[in-house]
Nanobody, 122 residues
Framework: QVQLVESGGGLVQAGDSLRLSCAAS????????MAWFRQAPGKEREIVAALNWNGIYTYYRDSVKGRFTISRDNAKNPVYLQMDSLKPEDTAVYYC???????????????WGQGTQVTVSS
């Protein structure tokens, strides 16, 4: 299966930047979509950004467009989430997740990392 390990969280001030990394190991292949989710206290988990393993498809939720960038250099490198112009409302635990394409259809995100805390002070 797929194992995911996040790193890069921390405490920053509003306007600062952070880069999260998600290292994937195990049965990684070209038929996965990788995504970053976040969950703030008292709120539901929400998807922040997503990227197909081939790097062609990307998705961003509206609140992070223009500030966050999801990327991957090649199939052996981690998936990154570059977060610029951070706001206090970005404070959350950030999770890396993977979903597999089966016969061209995206399945559920059933591979998750342990999460990394991002705290943005005002």
């Amino acid at each position: 299966q797929v194992q995911l390990v996040e790193s890069g969280g921390g405490l920053v001030q509003a306007g600062d930047s952070l880069r999260l990394s998600c290292a994937a190991s195990g049965r990684t292949a070209s038929n996965y979509r990788m995504a970053w989710f976040r969950q703030a206290p008292g709120k539901e988990r929400e998807i922040v950004a997503a990227l197909n393993w081939n790097g062609i498809y990307t998705y961003y939720r509206d609140s992070v467009k223009g500030r966050f960038t999801i990327s991957r250099d090649n199939a052996k490198n981690p998936v990154y989430l570059q977060m610029d112009s951070l706001k206090p409302e970005d404070t959350a635990v950030y999770y890396c997740a993977a979903a597999q394409f089966v016969a061209g259809v995206l399945t559920t995100y059933n591979y998750w990392g342990q999460g990394t805390q991002v705290t943005v002070s005002s």
